[in-house]
């Protein structure tokens, strides 16, 4: 079994900062991809940030410069650095990772349980 586990929402004031983390545990051979998603109420699930299979970082471009995706490998850890917060970055963002258990399986997707953001004064 394979498990995301996100940390680090919470409430910020507009032109604040948070810093999320997701950390993959379990049976991982290799991860393919990471990265974050997001689901603003009445809205669907948008990609924020995420590492691809092929090396590249996708920004959504309503985030480009002011969230930053890094990762730590050893740790299997993603995190989103997120500045200059505007309230319409509110929603839950979830924690999304394309993973292989081993070396013959292609890689299954997780999700997170996702964790609440809210921006507001």
């Known amino acids: 079994q394979v498990q995301l586990v996100e940390s680090g929402g919470g409430l910020v004031q507009p032109g604040g900062s948070l810093r999320l983390s997701c950390a993959a545990s379990g049976s991982i051979f290799s991860i393919d991809a990471m990265g974050w998603y997001r689901q603003a109420p009445g809205k669907q699930r948008e990609l924020v940030a995420m590492f691809t299979s092929g090396g590249r970082i996708n920004y959504a471009d309503s985030v480009k410069g002011r969230f930053t995706i890094s990762r730590d490998n050893a740790k299997n850890t993603v995190y989103l650095q997120m500045s200059s917060l505007k309230p319409e970055d509110t929603a839950v963002f979830y924690c999304?990772?394309?993973?292989?258990?081993?070396?013959?399986?292609?890689?299954?997707?997780?999700w997170g349980q996702g964790t609440q953001v809210t921006v507001s004064s």
């Open positions: 999304n990772a394309a993973i292989r258990r081993n070396y013959y399986r292609p890689a299954d997707d997780y």
